[in-house]
């Protein structure tokens, strides 16, 4: 699976999982309850020290049924074992060259944070695929992504934290590219994910409709 091709299922799902999770039980229960509701990328975040291991067995469990990154990847030598774990994108907290040219040499896309608009030139110059607005987006919500694509219309961004059912339709029409969700898609059963997951890609394909 190529960079571009991973970059067009990530755009075209348009909702991801940010999910930290202790066992591989919860995981499964986590990523059947997003898969019912239509959400089929999800990032396993680096904060845990089990989550290659969650990778590694989503990705042989579930296959191409599922898009399954690693999130919270701070360095190089992580971001190498994410991906030999099976890891199809990389995200991180901040923006590090190394894990930029890793990443480029294996065509996994690499989505840094970032906080400025010269951070994120800066990243998409080394070669990033799309740029995280964090922790900013918690912050400033839908009208930051708007402001952000006025002078740069042309810059992949992806949101994480500040989304939630009240607000999905304000974020798809600002135009973020990818909307990284929380605690709507890891807390609760397996059910009330399903419910929330149907009504995030419901929002996705009511504005699409619209927009054509």
């Given at each position: 699976m190529f960079r571009t091709t991973i970059l067009n299922r990530m755009e075209e799902t348009a909702i991801m999982a940010i999910v930290r999770v202790d066992t591989m039980e919860r995981a499964i229960e986590i990523v059947d309850g997003?898969?019912?509701?239509?959400?089929?990328?999800?990032?396993i975040s680096y904060t845990l020290p089990n989550a290659g291991e969650i990778i590694r067995q989503l990705t042989q469990q579930y296959g191409e049924?599922?898009?399954?990154?690693?999130?919270?990847?701070?360095?190089?030598?992580?971001?190498?074992l994410a991906i030999l774990a099976g890891a199809k994108f990389i995200i991180a907290p901040?923006?590090?060259p190394s894990v930029c040219k890793l990443?480029?040499?294996?065509?996994?896309?690499?989505?840094?944070?970032?906080?400025s608009v010269t951070e994120m030139i800066t990243a998409i110059?080394?070669?990033?695929?799309?740029?995280?607005?964090?922790?900013?987006?918690?912050?400033?919500?839908?009208?930051?992504?708007?402001?952000?694509?006025?002078p740069t219309p042309y810059l992949p961004i992806m949101s994480s934290g500040g989304a939630n059912l009240e607000n999905i339709d304000e974020w798809l029409k600002s135009g973020v590219d990818c909307v990284g969700i929380g605690s709507l898609l890891t807390k609760g059963?397996?059910?009330?994910?399903?419910?929330?997951?149907?009504?995030?890609?419901?929002?996705v394909i009511n504005h699409r409709t619209q927009a054509n």
């Open positions: 997003c898969l019912a509701g239509g959400v089929d990328c999800l990032e049924q599922v898009l399954i990154g690693a999130g919270t990847v701070l360095d190089s030598e992580t971001a190498r901040n923006f590090d990443c480029n040499r294996y065509q996994i896309p690499y989505m840094p944070g970032c906080t110059e080394a070669g990033a695929a799309m740029v995280k607005a964090f922790p900013i987006s918690s912050f400033y919500g839908p009208t930051l992504i708007t402001t952000l694509k006025t059963t397996k059910e009330e994910i399903a419910a929330n997951a149907k009504q995030l890609k419901q929002a």
